[in-house]
């Protein structure tokens, strides 16, 4: 990213459409305006103009957002014109022209960023919610960009800036006659009271990333237990290739189910058996592993494929028989078939149950590896800090660690390798 120049972009969905939004921002905005549109329009309401210079290339929609109140903290434009390929193309050339320069992904958001108006923790719930596929994704992406963790941070760093002062104050006046070499009980009550503050929350982190990547539930059985097809019949697609030869499916398959606003995430497996094939070895040791990082297991049983032992897994299971139109299978918790479709509206109705109970009602704000990264360490910080009471130096010392854990969440510090990845999968525009 360049600072000190003017970024262009388009900024709305894919050409054509009925609408284009072309963004603008730096500090050449009300100049490149002027010279294509006219006078500047009045700050944040939108106002009808010709767009061109010497020729008109459209009319259409202009809003001027000077800084520091726009989505950057820079002077910000908006062109609302007709979604027209050609249009838009002559449109953007002209502002190059100008002076812009079209931006890089995710550019328009970092500027934000570097101009204090979003967070890093803020700036990942916008890169949900523009990836956001269900009511519980967006619920809980809108609710992160809003500052909901944002907010709780914040009173987790006040909290430890006021015991970093308290120590700090100690080891200045420890010379003082009134002043004792250990620290005061109070002290120990904050850290610890802090500590299971944090404790608590990141109790919920798993909660939160089944909110954000979905429920992922595993098709596990024999080979020829059905698995590609009642994956098809859930999806109601022809996603697997299904056949009677045994060994067909070598790789993890993955289908998102959108059911009732969570997302659900069908793993399609390869089967479990014994094999001397190498790629069908391997496909066996994915499954395997899918199994065990599955939030639910369907143990899949049919009439005409082997008997497979159900396997313990930290999972919620499910023991199903497929096929139920070539017969029953005693013993299992539910009959299917994808062949007539008896069963499905059950099975699907009985993932849900398990889903709903591994999400809460309210949005959970904590659900990335890095959150748990950054909270993990703090703890570790204060923890370090109670067991050195004795030597408030090095308790110190510990309590700075847990404040850098916390400045480092939400990018105060040491933010760039984050931001670099984090914007290569954002949108040019956004």
Known sequence: MRVGDTIVALSSGALP??????????????????????????????????????????????LYFPAPHSFTGEDCAELQVHGSP???????????????????????????????????????????????????????????????????????RHRLLDLRADIEAHLDFSDEGDVGESLPPHFAAG????????????????????????????????????????????????????????????????VPLDIGGQLYVLLDLAGLRQTDSKAEAEGIRRAREAIENADIVLWLSAPDAPALAVEATGARQLH?????????????????????????PDLLARIEQLGQSMVTGEPVLLSRARDRQALEAALAGMSETLDQLATPELAAESLRAASQALERLIGRIDAENVLDRLFASFCIGK
Do not use: C
């Open 17 to 62: 459409s009925g609408v284009a939004v072309i963004r603008l921002s730096g500090p050449e905005v009300g100049t490149i305006l002027r010279a294509v549109s006219g006078p500047l329009p009045e700050p944040r309401r939108a106002s009808l103009r010709p767009i061109g210079t010497q020729a008109q290339l459209d009319r259409g929609l202009v």
């Open 86 to 156: 050609a249009g838009v193309r002559a449109i953007l050339k002209l502002l190059v022209a100008q002076g812009a320069r079209l931006a890089e992904a995710g550019e328009f958001t970092r500027r934000a960023f570097e101009n204090g108006k979003l967070d890093l923790v803020e700036i990942e719930g916008l890169g949900d919610l523009l990836e956001a596929e269900t009511e519980n994704q967006r619920r809980q992406a809108l609710a992160r960009l809003e500052g909901g963790l944002s907010r709780r941070i914040a009173d987790w």
């Open 191 to 254: 850290v610890a009271g802090l500590a299971e503050d944090i404790a608590k929350a990141l109790a919920g982190l798993e909660h939160g990333r089944i909110q954000r990547e979905g429920v992922r539930v595993a098709l596990a059985g024999a080979p020829n237990v059905g698995k590609s097809s009642l994956l098809n019949a859930l999806a109601r697609s022809d996603i697997a290739i299904v056949t009677d030869e045994a060994g067909t499916t070598r790789d993890v398959r993955e």
């Open 320 to 344: 199903i028989g497929t096929k139920a139109d070539m017969g029953t299978i005693p013993g299992v918790e539910l009959s299917v078939s994808a062949q007539t479709g008896a069963g499905l």
